[in-house]
């Protein structure tokens, strides 16, 4: 037996109706390959496309963590759909402890350095995920926000292994963080 659905709000509609736009936008002026299809997000959000349709045009309501993995998948923010899931998962953010100290070998090196060492060790989803991002940021497309939380992300992600662990920098990424621990380059 099929149980009723309640009839959803209209801020939640509108919300709806705004992601529809956010992915339409997001797929527009992008070639017929490059362009994620509901099929494609639905698999990601781990629904079936019937249930994303039904997101998409306003009969669920949006949730947290759906937005949070459209994010991950699309690079949309939630504060493009919704103010309301934006602040929640800002929220979720402030709440994950963060290293009380940091020594410079833990310092994040930047987006880039951060990028190369996660694609190391990611798997095949991981790098379609990073390298979607590395166009994002080619594109001048990462805002602060963003960038403040893929190096949360990224410093979360380097906490959980040892330092022995960690892969290899680039020599040049390597120069730059003995130069901040003031380590002279010996082909000076």
């Known amino acids: 037996m099929k149980k009723e659905r309640r009839e959803l709000e209209d801020w939640e509609k509108q919300e709806c109706a705004a992601l529809k736009a956010a992915i339409a936008d997001f797929n527009a002026g992008k070639p017929r390959e490059k362009r994620v299809t509901q099929e494609e997000l ?15 045009n306003g009969g669920r309501p949006l949730s947290k963590e759906m937005a949070a993995k459209i994010y991950l998948f699309m690079g949309i923010p939630a504060s493009r759909y919704s103010h ?5 998962l800002e929220d979720l953010a402030k709440a994950v402890p963060q290293p009380s100290q940091t020594t ?11 990028a190369i060492g996660l694609m190391a060790v990611a798997s095949e989803r991981s ?34 292994a040892p330092a022995t662990e960690r892969p290899p920098l680039p020599n040049a ?4 963080r003995d130069a901040l621990r003031g380590n002279k380059d010996p082909s000076e």
């Open 127 to 160: 790098r379609k995920i990073l390298e979607r991002i590395a166009i994002a940021a080619d594109q001048g497309r990462l805002t602060e926000e963003d960038l403040a939380l893929l190096g949360s992300i990224a410093e979360r992600f380097e906490a959980r």
């Open 42 to 56: 639905a698999h990601e959000l781990k629904m079936s496309q019937g249930t994303l349709n039904s997101h998409l």
């Open 84 to 88: 309301r899931l934006a602040e929640e």
């Open 173 to 176: 990424m390597q120069k730059q």
């Open 104 to 114: 410079i070998d833990q310092a994040p090196l930047g987006a880039g350095a951060q």
